[in-house]
T-cell receptor, first 112, second 113 residues
Framework: GNSVTQMEGPVTLSEEAFLTINCTYT??????LFWYVQYPGEGLQLLLK?????DKGSNKGFEATYRKETTSFHLEKGSVQVSDSAVYFC???????????FGQGTELSVKP | NAGVTQTPKFQVLKTGQSMTLQCAQD?????MYWYRQDPGMGLRLIYY???????DKGEVPNGYNVSRLNKREFSLRLESAAPSQTSVYFC????????????FGSGTRLTVV
């Protein structure tokens, strides 16, 4: 079936470090891919998305490229800040119903 | 710019009690969803409504019912709460189709004792 697998957390980095959070997916057809971010005590917010192979989504210094050959959508940021501390969810939609399937989430903690 | 509004934000129930979680969106979205979030399990879809007048089961529908009251409102009902339903519940809405993201509410933290 369709599924999303993320690297396990928590991930702890120092401020200004490089961030990669791995995400791979299993899906039939051509899903759309998303990254959501959840700050403590809040709901999820859409961070970025890509709707077809080789698309790059970007927002707030974060980037992710839709790689169909490796079925991956890894999240990267060149220099993280304390304010980036949150839980990050990779997700896909796979049919016209638009239902999102989420990975289990990766907690990121950035230390000053 | 309210987006998706959920009420209540917190609730404690005794086993066997019933309650309804309310959700309303003001973005004229067609589709609405209810998810639950549990530690280490990500978000799991309970029920969704692809458009006004339709509802369908998601991954974990047992113990829940929903009503799409109109285009704006989508409620989730627990008829007889169980401790296994202790969770954080999120409502979301979206335009129909695979390329659109969701807009989420801020969640309802439910504890069943």
């Amino acid at each position: 079936g369709n599924s999303v697998t993320q690297m396990e957390g928590p991930v702890t980095l120092s401020e200004e470090a490089f961030l990669t959070i791995n995400c791979t997916y299993t899906a039939t057809g051509y899903p759309s891919l998303f990254w959501y971010v959840q700050y403590p005590g809040e709901g999820l917010q859409l961070l970025l998305k890509a709707t077809k192979a080789d698309d790059k989504g970007s927002n707030k210094g974060f980037e992710a490229t839709y790689r169909k050959e490796t079925t991956s959508f890894h999240l990267e940021k060149g220099s993280v800040q304390v304010s980036d501390s949150a839980v990050y969810f990779c997700a896909l939609t796979y049919n016209q119903g638009g239902k999102l399937i989420f990975g289990q989430g990766t907690e990121l903690s950035v230390k000053p | 710019n309210a987006g998706v509004t959920q009420t209540p934000k917190f609730q404690v129930l005794k086993t066997g009690q019933s309650m309804t979680l309310q959700c309303a969106q003001d973005m004229n979205h067609n589709s609405m969803y209810w998810y639950r979030q549990d530690p280490g399990m990500g978000l799991r879809l309970i029920y969704y409504s692809a458009s006004e007048g339709t509802t369908d089961k998601g991954e974990v529908p047992n113990g829940y019912n929903v009503s799409r009251l109109n285009k704006r409102e989508f409620s989730l009902r627990l008829e007889s709460a169980a401790p296994s339903q202790t969770s954080v519940y999120f409502c979301a809405s979206s335009e129909k189709g695979t390329g659109y993201g969701y807009t989420f509410g801020s969640g309802t933290r439910l504890t069943v004792v």
